[in-house]
């Protein structure tokens, strides 16, 4: 087994909190003594990705789980329970023709729109296109309220929605017109 640098930063540690001013200097007078520096390092990493696209393909996806404030253990979970399909339309992901992963589903309402998402507010694992549809059924919920068609798509979505507003306790009822 290969071992691999740490990307951690180096944030926190006693030595580099007393020198950072002098890492940086230090630092800032290599890349003007070595000006093709930044090029020499962008040939590297990609000729790393070239070399274990798993390995960054998996830290991409770490990456992206912790900025929707979550974990990979998560994502396997919810995937595992949605039997490894859409929440909604019970699919595989394909666009374009190729399988692709599920997206993380979360309320656009609950989190600051700097974040993707607090963590608090997920729902499911939906597919590209049943997430398109979903939000703009949410934003037409703002507008008011939708009378579905039963055993259709959109049921379902409401259904869904209706599920989590419940457990969020959002302040909407996606089925507050239907009698």
Partial sequence: ME????????????????????????????????PDYNKRRAEKAKQDRLNDPAFFRAREFAREMKAYGTTIGWYRDKLIEQNGTCALCHHLSYVQGKMQRLQVDHNHA?????TKSCGECLRGLLCADCNIQLSYVERTL??????????SWLARAM?????????????????????
């Fill in 142 to 151: 703002t507008m008011g309220s939708i009378v579905p068609t039963p055993g």
């Fill in 110 to 114: 609950c989190c600051d729109v700097k």
């Fill in 3 to 34: 071992l691999r640098r740490s990307t951690k930063s180096y944030e926190g540690y006693p030595w580099h909190e007393q020198h950072k001013e002098e890492l940086k200097d230090y630092a800032r007078e290599y890349r003007a003594a070595n």
């Fill in 159 to 179: 259904e869904y929605l209706d599920s989590y507003a419940v457990q969020f306790n959002f302040g909407y009822n996606a089925f507050s017109a239907v009698a």
